[in-house]
């Protein structure tokens, strides 16, 4: 039961997908950061300063316009960072492996295979000499 849930977390997918959760949520924080030091602030300026920069009242009530235009623009950045750094580079590789420009991976020759069916069948042989005669 363990080895097969260790085969399961080593598989080479379910490793990716962690290292891509980590690395997003690493990411995600740093557009965060970058959104509260500077965007938030700037918004703020530029909707008439102070600590309710970015704010509209109407009847009493709150309209944070600021804190949502600093959202969207954060979304934005994080959507362009990520087809710019990850689905275009992507989509290119691909396109030139469709194109035969760049090689997908290397398939074993039926010599190779051959070869190595060979040297399992031998090795195979020789641990059944050793033990003696298999039972009938």
Avoid at 15 to 31: K, Y
Avoid at 83 to 88: A, E, G, I, N
Wanted: proline share 4%; net charge negative.
């Amino acid at each position: 039961m363990l080895k097969g849930f260790k085969d399961f977390l080593f598989r080479g997918n379910v490793v990716d997908l962690a290292v891509a959760v980590v690395i997003g949520s690493a990411f995600t924080a740093l557009v965060n950061a970058f959104a509260s030091s500077f965007l938030t602030p700037l918004i703020g300026l530029l909707g008439g300063g102070g600590e309710l920069g970015g704010v509209l009242e109407v009847n009493q009530q709150e309209f944070t316009w600021g804190a949502f235009l600093s959202q969207l623009i954060t979304f934005v950045l994080t959507a362009a960072v990520l087809y710019f750094l990850v689905v275009m580079p992507l989509h290119r590789l691909l396109q030139r492996r469709v194109r035969g420009e760049e090689a997908g991976p290397v398939a074993p020759t039926e010599t190779e295979l051959l070869i190595e069916i060979r040297d399992l069948l031998r090795a195979q042989q020789a641990g059944t000499e050793r033990d003696g005669p298999a039972p009938s």
